[in-house]
């Protein structure tokens, strides 16, 4: 706890490796034999030398007038022998600190001294204190000849120096108590001094240049432990001086306060590692970059374990050896793909494929070990599996301990194990972040990047034609024709594998002139960047159509594909993404009912349908002031003919270009955003007449559609729970109809959106059912109770088509899932009667009756039910 002169030394000797040289940082894993070992320069080992006379020469002076002198109080006598293990037990309880490079010990040396001070004769201080210090640098440290020579040399200076201190200042007064007890702590500290000038002397050699400031710290540092030591010396004195005897509990005491000093000493340096420890933990998990995570890995684990080395080996599925990363002088990260060898293969069987640490000492006696260390020049190292997300990936290895005091033990692997811990947390982050990127970024059926990814290289691509570094760039829009009949006849894993398969022809054909994303669902966009050439992007894009010209092998079936492309160029065009698009996205539509095929962007295209842009403005007017009707369509059991609901349709009749059909105007609404107010004004309305009909005794039901952007409305719950309450309709009179191909637009929303809807109390209706995503993992995802056959089916039932089997299915499997079943479009008696001998639930045509404004539903009623009442009509 006082002087730190062995272990000083035994750092200071030990001349640090050389660095090596910047420029060869890039070879991190090639074999560089010797570059760890301690190699003295002649010139310096001879200043050593030198330095070591000079402590003989003052120990000789000094010490040879009191080797006949026998011990200072003789009322008890330690023998050489014991003062040997006493040196030795306190040289070798020693409290190691790390400063920079080098490691300094502390110990409690000074309480033998001064023991030997007053109860040991010269000669068995000095012999006794030579031959324990040997013991344990020999024995335990295994030091070096030169070091052991030096250290020594510094201490037989330093007994000789604390006799002729102690003897002189003891001696005034006549031998007082208080001058003999100044003449101890005035012994340890002149000793001290000295062997800080020492020390000193010698990392300045090795430094290369003498500093003053560093000398005088190295000869008065460390001096405040030196009166605490030396005053339990004293006390161990006086009690001795008192009684012989007192020597058991002093003996006691002193084991005691070893005890107490090593547990301190480990629980300061166990501090000092946890706070390394967070500071490591903060560090990497606030670096998502792999290279940056590498970085800090391997820069503190080389700070933590004090050491000069540190480098990750990673390896492949196999096991083997594919990169090595090690953290060069400058702080750099360098890699290399270096081969394993022999040894290397050792420590990967035994850390990869093992999953164990391995501790390889500077005492190790493994020859594999040994081999291994000797091939990369390091006296030690330590090496822990460094885990990812799919197991062990590498190793991580720290070697050469900073100084020569101390070696890798076990404390060190589980502190390296820790690391290698937090770097695989670190990692598996990183990859997670990466893949989430990724992921954000590409469509994950095809690999291609998405709409998203596409908009910022359009963005990028125009910001260059705007800055000059580029002429010019061009977008196309390719839609495929026809895909959804690849859908509904094939199924939808064989329409993904007709995407996957476009994808990657659409890569091939475009190659290096541009990149190819997907938007969604059939559709794809080419960027052709620094390009303001019209007929090398109008190349690029026939090599496109001519890419799917060949049929694609499908579940057996050989299927024609093709495809209507727009273009549209910037910044002849356009020169922002959200208008290239669109230019892009209307001359595909214009290709596609033209059968052209391929459209460039012709300012014409915005304005050759004046009719829809007058619509657009002439709807919202429409929908302010009532201009919308609702008409209504009833729908009978087919077993008996009563009425039990009927379905809103709107209709627009425009003052001017008369009846608008809604095949037009509501695809109009969807695009301008109107398609909100359009489902809430029909909503109202057919509420407001389904009231005013229960009111006169006609309890019947309505049934409104939603169309595909309804089901992304948030709001459309809270609306339709608003309209029920207002017109005072149970939630079960309602039936909202959605479309196979609007909820499969975006299933988990929509589905969400169609639970909410049921808790409500509201029906739902699968409108068109059999056109689109049919299948019975469908239905039963949707919280539906009921469906309704396309018209498309009915129609030709009549002529016993194979369309009597789809219907005849359907309504099983409605049957079968407790679904009612509505079928749509009958137009005569004898298709009503065939569809109620399949047991199909309700019918809905022409045959029963034509849409009809909602007023007039119930004098309608009236009429039916009198023809019915004087045999009229049959079943309806």
Request: with cysteine.
């Amino acid at each position: 706890m006082s002087t730190p002169s062995i272990e000083r030394t035994t750092s200071a000797v030990a001349v640090p490796a050389p660095p090596v040289p910047e420029g060869e940082e890039h070879d991190a894993a090639r074999p560089v034999r010797g570059i760890a070992r301690r190699i003295r320069p002649s010139g310096q080992t001879l200043i050593v030398l030198a330095v070591i006379a000079v402590l003989l020469a003052i120990g000789v002076v000094l010490g040879l007038p009191f080797l006949h002198q026998g011990p200072f109080l003789p009322s008890a006598t330690l023998p050489w022998w014991v003062l040997a293990i006493a040196f030795a037990v306190t040289e070798t309880c020693v409290l190691h600190i790390q400063r920079s490079r080098e490691a300094r010990s502390v110990s409690m040396s000074e309480l033998p001294l001064v023991l030997g001070l007053f109860f040991a004769s010269p000669v068995a201080l000095f012999a006794g204190r030579l031959l324990g210090c040997a013991a344990t640098l020999v024995g335990l440290r295994r030091a070096a000849p030169l070091k052991t020579f030096f250290n020594l040399a510094l201490f037989t200076a330093e007994t000789a120096v604390s006799l002729a201190v102690f003897s002189t200042v003891s001696s005034w007064g006549g031998g007082h108590i208080v001058l003999t007890w100044a003449g101890a702590y005035a012994a340890a500290f002149a000793a001290n001094v000295l062997g800080g000038c020492a020390i000193g002397l010698v990392i300045a050699v090795h430094d290369g240049r003498l500093r003053p400031r560093a000398l005088l710290e190295e000869a008065f540092g460390g001096q405040a432990a030196v009166p605490m030591v030396v005053t339990v010396g004293l006390v161990a004195v006086t009690s001795l001086d008192a009684s012989a005897e007192s020597a058991w509990l002093l003996a006691g005491f002193g084991l005691l306060l070893l005890l107490a000093y090593r547990a301190y000493a480990s629980l300061a340096d166990r501090h000092l590692n946890l706070e390394r420890l967070y500071r490591f933990s903060q560090l990497v998990s606030t670096s998502p970059e792999i290279d940056q995570v590498m970085s800090t890995v391997l820069g503190e684990a080389r700070e933590l374990l004090r050491s000069d080395r540190a480098s990750a080996a990673f390896v492949g599925p196999d096991g083997g050896l594919i990169a090595r990363v090690r953290l060069g002088a400058s702080g750099r990260l360098a890699r290399s793909e270096e081969p394993s060898t022999p040894e290397d293969d050792w420590v990967l069987q035994h850390v990869v494929a093992g999953g164990q640490p391995l501790l390889m000492p500077r005492t190790t006696r493994d020859p594999d070990a040994r081999r291994w260390l000797a091939t990369y020049g390091m006296r030690e190292a330590v090496a822990v599996p460094l885990k990812g997300g799919t197991g062990v990936v590498g190793v991580l290895v720290v070697a050469d301990r900073q100084g020569e005091v101390r070696t890798f033990e076990q404390n060190d692997v589980l502190l390296l194990e820790t690391v290698a811990n937090q770097a695989g947390v670190a990692l598996r982050n990183g990859e997670l972040i990466g893949q989430l990127r990724h992921e954000a970024l590409h469509d994950a059926l095809t690999g291609l990047p998405n709409r998203t990814n596409l908009q910022r290289r359009l963005g990028s691509a125009l910001d260059d034609v705007r800055t000059g570094r580029t002429t010019g760039a061009a977008v196309m829009i390719l839609d495929l024709d026809d895909f959804k009949e690849v859908n509904d006849t094939l199924g939808h894993q064989q329409g993904d594998l007709l995407l996957v398969e476009v994808a990657a022809r659409l890569t091939a054909a475009v190659g290096a002139a541009g990149s190819v994303a997907r938007l969604g669902g059939d559709e794809f966009a080419i960027l052709v960047p620094d390009s303001a050439d019209e007929n090398r992007v109008l190349r690029v894009g026939r090599r496109v159509l001519r890419a799917l010209e060949q049929p694609v092998s499908l579940d057996g079936l050989e299927v024609e594909v093709g495809g209507s492309m727009g273009i549209a160029l910037a910044p002849a065009h356009a020169d922002d993404p959200a208008a290239l698009l669109k230019r892009a996205d209307m001359a595909m539509y214009d290709a596609k009912t033209s059968t052209r095929g391929l459209r460039l962007y012709e300012p014409e295209l915005d304005t050759n349908n004046p009719r829809r842009l007058t619509l657009v403005s002439e709807l919202r007017t429409a929908l302010q002031s009532g201009g919308i009707q609702v008409h209504v369509q009833p729908q009978g059991r087919l077993s008996g003919g009563q009425v039990v609901q009927v379905e809103a349709l709107a209709r627009w009749r425009h003052p001017e270009l008369g009846n608008i059909a809604p095949d037009e105007f509501i695809p109009i609404a969807e695009r301008s955003g109107l398609i909100g107010p359009l489902t809430t004004y029909v909503l109202d309305s057919s509420l407001a007449a389904c009231a005013q009909w229960r009111a006169n005794g006609h309890d019947i039901g309505v049934a409104v559609n939603l169309s595909t952007r309804s089901l992304h409305d948030a709001d459309l719950v809270e609306e339709v729970d608003r309209l029920l309450r207002r017109h005072g309709v149970p939630a079960h009179r309602l039936t909202l109809e959605v479309t196979e191909g609007s909820v499969m637009a975006d299933p988990a929303r929509a589905v969400a959106l169609l639970h909410r809807l049921r808790d409500l109390g509201v029906r739902l209706s699968v409108d068109d059912f059999g056109t689109g995503y049919s299948s019975l993992s469908y239905l039963k995802r949707l919280p539906v109770q009921e469906v309704k056959i396309d018209r498309s089916f009915i129609t030709s039932l009549r002529e016993g088509s194979e369309d009597v089997a789809i219907v005849r299915a359907i309504v099983d499997l409605g049957r079968h899932l407790q679904l009612e079943v509505v079928a749509e479009g009958i137009e005569d008696q004898e298709t009503w009667d065939l569809l109620a001998s399949m047991g199909c639930d309700l019918g809905q045509g022409w045959h029963l009756g034509r849409p009809m404004p909602s007023e007039e539903l119930q004098p309608w009623l009236r009429t039916r039910d009198s023809a019915r009442s004087r045999g009229g009509l049959r079943a309806v």
